[in-house]
């Protein structure tokens, strides 16, 4: 089954305390992205990569890092969390090119106390 | 800079009603629109979507429309049904490859 799958769904962590999510597609898609969900406000990009190894900054990229060693992974790194990185967070992936639009995973829901 | 908009922010309809959901963007250079269903807490489905050179595009009891010029698109739900109820999102992607998304309509079907 096509699908994008982030891991893990729900994360509880401490102020400081470095994590990844996770975010796998085995579609052979170019580009991938990461989003963060928030009330009131939408959802909001993060960072995105064209294809391994090009990553650039979206409108949120304080905070966070990524990278695209692999054309399948796009892991989402916290180096420090703090508690405004609460939030739920869903990756997406799309073949490059304009004819194409978004496959999303389930999210992973993240609280920073 | 894109910007998209989607109105109304909630809507509550009886069963059955037909309903249409508004997006409007800001800059018509876009490659291809997409409407997507959100339940509370889970992730984005993907509805419709709708290439720059489309008028419209149908799914079963939706209908998505796209006028570009005028920055609009509108989503038609025939003969609502409960299980419709969810928040629905339209995205924009543009020339830069960035997609750029509304902050939804909720809608709230009644039995």
């Known amino acids: 089954e096509a699908q994008v799958t982030q891991n893990p769904r729900y994360l509880i962590t401490v102020t400081g305390k470095k994590l990844t999510v996770t975010c796998s597609q085995n579609?052979?898609?170019?580009?991938m992205s990461w989003y963060r969900q928030d009330p009131g406000l939408g959802l909001r990009q993060i960072y995105y990569?064209?294809?391994?190894?090009?990553?650039d900054k979206g409108d949120v990229p304080e905070g966070y890092k990524v990278s695209r060693k692999e054309k399948r992974n796009f892991p989402l790194i916290l180096e420090s969390p703090s508690p405004n990185q609460t939030s739920l967070y869903f990756c997406?992936?799309?073949?490059?090119?304009?004819?194409?639009?978004?496959?999303f995973g389930s999210g992973t829901r993240l609280t920073v106390v | 800079k894109q910007e998209v908009t989607q109105i109304p922010a909630a809507l509550s309809v009886p069963e059955g009603e037909n309903l249409v959901l508004n997006c409007s963007f800001t800059?018509?250079?876009?490659?291809?629109l997409q409407w997507f269903r959100q339940d509370p807490g889970k992730g984005l489905t993907s509805l419709l979507l709708i290439q720059s050179s489309q008028r419209e595009q149908t799914s079963g009891r939706l209908n998505a429309s796209l006028d570009k010029s005028s920055g609009r698109s509108t989503l038609y739900i025939a003969a609502s049904q409960p299980g419709d109820s969810a928040t629905y999102l339209c995205?924009?992607?543009?020339?830069?490859?960035?997609?750029?998304f509304g902050a939804g309509t909720r809608l709230f079907v009644k039995a």
């Open positions: 990569s064209m294809n391994v190894e090009v990553t």
């Open positions: 995205a924009v992607k543009d020339g830069g490859f960035k997609t750029i």
């Open positions: 997406a992936s799309s073949l490059r090119g304009e004819l194409y639009g978004y496959t």
């Open positions: 579609m052979n898609h170019e580009y």
């Open positions: 800059d018509s250079a876009i490659y291809n």
